[in-house]
């Protein structure tokens, strides 16, 4: 039981380590190390925590949680603005290819019957 505990216990869990990132031409890779706001140092992600460690709460990842789906809204609604100006330009086309079809069928016409008499 104590080593289930010890092992839940390790920085990377508590509330006041910062992991640290790296940027590669993939995307951006987690590393194993961050930063402790309590003990004002650089630690390893699978340390033992010291006697101020406080494990993350669930309200927080609930917040998180509320933004990211604020923020997907967000772009949801800018995507179907997108979609409508896309649908609108594309059926202002169509029209203009309309009008220059009976356009050119109207010069048609006039010439054939010019050219009849």
Sequence with gaps: MEEQ???ARTCWRCDRYNAYFTK???GITRENVGYCMRKREI?????TACEEFCGRRA???GRRKDRALKALEGLAQDMNVLKTILCDETEDRAEALRQTTSE?????KKYEESKNK
């Design 43 to 47: 630690v390893k992600k699978d340390m």
């Design 5 to 7: 505990e010890k092992k």
């Design 24 to 26: 590669t031409f993939i």
């Design 59 to 61: 309200r927080d990842i």
């Design 104 to 108: 050119l069928k109207y010069y048609l």
